[in-house]
């Protein structure tokens, strides 16, 4: 099952389509017949061996990329709390991961003299 949504872009004039996908698993047909929905969405969120993957993801994948803004992820976001505290997240780790390779970069310069 495919769901999609065109959000702007903020990289290029235009759209991109940030898709919801889901498979009918064992398990994800277990939880449609208990009526299940917000076990559904983990399901989905954890899926990825299976190729899925919720809209969050995949806006976060497109935020990730340069292609959208924070400010589009959440507008579009399935689970806009969940959004938050994923763009959150993956700000923080460029930082770190920014602040690591700045530290590097120091020690080398500074063992190259």
């Given at each position: 099952?495919?769901a999609?949504?065109?959000?702007?872009?903020?990289?290029?004039?235009?759209?991109?389509?940030?898709?919801?996908?889901?498979?009918?698993?064992?398990?994800?047909?277990?939880?449609?017949?208990?009526?299940?929905?917000?076990?559904?969405e983990?399901?989905?969120?954890?899926?990825?061996?299976?190729?899925?993957?919720?809209?969050?993801?995949?806006?976060?994948?497109?935020?990730?990329?340069?292609?959208?803004?924070?400010?589009?992820?959440?507008?579009?976001?399935?689970?806009?709390?969940?959004?938050?505290?994923?763009?959150?997240?993956?700000?923080?780790?460029?930082?770190?991961?920014?602040?690591?390779?700045?530290?590097?970069?120091?020690?080398?310069?500074?063992?190259?003299?």
């Amino acid at each position: 099952t495919l769901a999609q949504e065109l959000v702007p872009r903020d990289d290029v004039p235009g759209r991109t389509a940030a898709i919801e996908i889901m498979m009918v698993t064992p398990t994800i047909q277990q939880y449609i017949e208990d009526g299940s929905t917000s076990d559904i969405e983990d399901a989905i969120f954890e899926g990825s061996h299976w190729g899925m993957q919720t809209m969050n993801q995949s806006l976060l994948h497109y935020y990730e990329q340069g292609v959208i803004s924070p400010e589009t992820a959440q507008f579009y976001a399935g689970n806009a709390t969940e959004m938050r505290q994923m763009l959150r997240r993956m700000d923080k780790e460029r930082e770190d991961a920014e602040r690591i390779a700045e530290q590097k970069k120091r020690r080398v310069s500074k063992a190259e003299r």
